[in-house]
């Protein structure tokens, strides 16, 4: 029997020796009474020395001590520190306490068990790390980006996101930036759970003031341990800056092919104009001088207007305060423009409130954008060739307040939504390849550097009426 347990004594032994981990029993005055030989090898002869001292080399006891708590009340004790071994380098631990009792039950020592986590607390560092340049990527990333799951709630966004969309607090993707109640016939993240690839899609997408957005989306799955897709991270790019440059360079191809086409056709009267002056000094004949003449003098005027309007496009300024009576200048651009439309059978008619309507302006810019008004009028009604009803051009002037008004008003072709939506903007023409459209370009440019607006209302085959409000002339009697 004796033999047996001096085999089952060493049998201990061997185990407490060779455990993996730091092993020592304290008794109640803190002395280490016995240690393993991890103790012994990483921190020295610890035996009848203070706890303390071996393993956090202090000289009076820890404030938080697992081993005098297991002392007070017999129980395990489990804290997590740092203690230093005999090289001065720390070691990050789980500290576990039990009680050792005599035969009668009392508490005679602790055993203190010590567990190294030093790297798996490094790997946590490293992880804590990895996870907060994640998420400051994503957080500061330029793009819109979020997570959606299968249910297409927004999980997860970043700050660009919110800022723009507002905060989803778990919203369908769907009501947060498409306004819509049901979500997208063709949705690249449902595509993205389904076969588990990337997808890419243009959209138009409405931010929290109501404004759209031209993004393009791309979609990946992200996966979990087993491979199964769980979630789906949505990064979105705006591009409505982009679609704007495309279309200003679309405007300005067919500016130039506009403007190619009305230069030869000013090329071909100068070409025919020479040629009947030419015709008229080789016959001698007056009459075909004056009238080629005539011909190269209009062509000359026409091209020249038509850079004037270019160079007034392209060049920002302020233009003078003048006063400019609205009713005078009116009268004289009807009357330049009543030969042109009643040779195309156009009643050409004002209408002018009592009281003379001065606005501060240039006269010369202000005349321009009448006569670009009373053009285009004009030409509405002679694009109409069915002749089945009368044209009439109306031109009218009133006060609203502290504001002079001019409307245009025609009952010509008219315009659609789609034209009527790309009015005022770079370079459009409802004329085809016959216009620039720098006419209501320049028209809108002198109303809002004058201070005023410039705005239009159509339906195909109803004409159109322009409406063009100036401030009045300041301190002139209501």
Request: glycine residues 8%; negative net charge; hydrophobic residues 35%.
């Amino acid at each position: 029997m004796t033999v047996q347990l001096d085999g089952l004594e060493n049998a201990g032994r061997r185990l407490f020796d060779e455990a993996p981990c730091y092993i020592s029993i304290q008794d109640r005055e803190f002395r280490v009474i016995d240690a393993n030989r991890a103790v012994l090898e990483g921190f020295g002869d610890a035996i009848s020395k203070n706890c303390y001292a071996v393993f956090k080399g202090r000289r009076e006891r820890c404030t938080e001590c697992p081993v005098a708590h297991t002392f007070e009340d017999g129980r395990e004790h489990c804290i997590e520190e740092v203690i230093f071994d005999s090289r001065g380098l720390p070691h990050e631990v789980i500290v576990r306490t039990r009680p050792l009792r005599d035969a009668s039950g009392a508490v005679t020592a602790v055993m203190q068990l010590f567990t190294d986590i030093t790297v798996q607390k490094e790997l946590e560092h490293r992880l804590h790390e990895s996870l907060n340049r994640f998420h400051s990527l994503f957080d500061i990333s330029p793009c819109f980006v979020s997570v959606q799951n299968r249910d297409l709630r927004v999980v997860e966004a970043n700050t660009q996101f919110k800022e723009t969309f507002g905060n989803p607090a778990g919203r369908h993707c769907y009501e947060i930036y498409k306004r819509h109640k049901e979500r997208c016939p063709e949705c690249p993240v449902l595509e993205s759970f389904a076969d588990g690839k990337a997808h890419t899609r243009e959209s138009v997408w409405v931010d929290r003031s109501g404004k759209e957005v031209l993004v393009v989306v791309q979609t990946a799955p992200i996966r979990d341990s087993l491979g199964n897709v769980v979630d789906v991270m949505k990064v979105s790019t705006d591009i409505t800056e982009v679609r704007v440059l495309q279309d200003q360079l679309a405007s300005l191809g067919k500016l130039v092919g506009g403007i190619a086409h009305s230069v030869k056709n000013v090329l071909e009267g100068l070409r025919g104009g020479v040629y009947i002056v030419n015709l008229g000094f080789r016959d001698n004949n007056q009459e075909d001088i004056r009238t080629g003449w005539a011909m190269v003098e209009r062509n000359v005027a026409r091209i020249s207007s038509m850079v004037m309007d270019m160079l007034y496009c392209a060049k920002d300024r302020s233009p003078r305060r003048l006063p400019v009576s609205l009713p005078s200048v009116l009268g004289e651009v009807v009357e330049l423009f009543r030969p042109r439309a009643t040779e195309c059978g156009i009643r050409l008619e004002t209408e002018v409130a009592e009281g003379d309507c001065v606005v501060p302006g240039e006269p010369k810019d202000i005349h321009s954008l009448i006569s670009n008004l009373i053009t285009n009028a004009i030409d509405a009604c002679c694009s109409e060739q069915d002749g089945k009803k009368p044209h009439r051009v109306l031109a009218r002037v009133r006060r609203d307040g502290d504001w002079a008004v001019l409307e245009v008003e025609d009952n010509g072709a008219g315009m659609d939504e789609e034209a009527h939506g790309k009015l005022f903007t770079t370079f459009y023409s409802t004329k085809g390849a016959y216009g620039t459209g720098l006419g209501l370009l320049v028209s809108h440019k002198v109303a809002t550097e004058h201070g005023g607006t410039i705005s239009a209302r159509s339906a195909p085959g109803e004409g159109a009426t322009f409406t063009v409000k100036l401030p009045l002339q300041t301190g002139e009697t209501k």
